[in-house]
């Protein structure tokens, strides 16, 4: 097992997963859960995907079951080791390759893989520099304002690393829709599904998910309201519950 270092914790994803995270470093959230349960991939662990601004790996754990490889790219260092530690630690060191360094960079890009992904997933700075305080611990700032990477930045390194074809898909603010989606249409990377995230019935959306398709011709299909909160497990609605409960679910041969 890999040995917590200080100020490090580890904790559960279900499925008998669990991953590294240092207590004053970002942290994943119910945002990496709702992209991870919003990517369509094709059956029977058939994509390769690559992971833009990985953190500690949280896509690609949460999605290893249903893919054949990942390449997760994640610019700071620490976090980046981290994720290597969570990797091994989960025993999928054959399945998801932590690549340092920044995917503004061509060399990092090509490092990865020229179009060679069927899919790119992405949780992006949600945040302009301009936008609200810039916290006192850098990484948790970088991870919320684009300090690193812009949405254009983001959107190309995701065209470049996509096959013909391939989807990338991403979860924002909706503050950002219409930038997102002129970003997106600049890189050749055709919006196609787009769901609107609302904390409760009646509320308006504060987060989308959207998946794009690149060289794709236009035409954005609107997919219904994903609403967060309910009766369900840990409060959550029916299909969210359904999210973590599914990776809790053990079968004769777990027991």
Known sequence: MEALRENETLDDLGGGRQIIQARDEFRFSLDA????NFVRLRPNCRDEIADLGT?????????????????????????AEMAERSVRLNGLEEKIRILPGDYCSRDVL????????????????????EVGAANRQTGVNDARHETTATIDDVAKAASY?????????????????????????????????????TARPGKAA?????????????????LPELIVHGDGYGGYSEEVAAYYTARYEMTEEDL
């Open 33 to 36: 859960v709702l992209l991870a």
């Open 161 to 197: 690393l996509l096959k013909f074809g391939g989807r990338f898909s991403l979860i924002h603010v909706t503050d950002r829709l219409v930038e997102v989606l002129g970003a997106l249409t600049a890189a050749n990377l055709q919006p196609k599904q787009l769901r609107m995230v």
């Open 55 to 79: 953190g500690t790996g949280i896509l690609p754990l949460l999605l290893a079951d249903k893919i054949k490889s990942a390449v997760a790219i994640e610019l700071r260092e620490n976090q």
């Open 110 to 129: 090509n490092n990865a893989g020229r179009e060679a992904f069927d899919a790119v997933v992405a949780n992006p700075p949600y945040f302009g520099t």
């Open 206 to 222: 504060t987060l989308f998910l959207l998946e794009a398709k690149k060289g794709a011709k236009p035409g954005l299909k609107m």
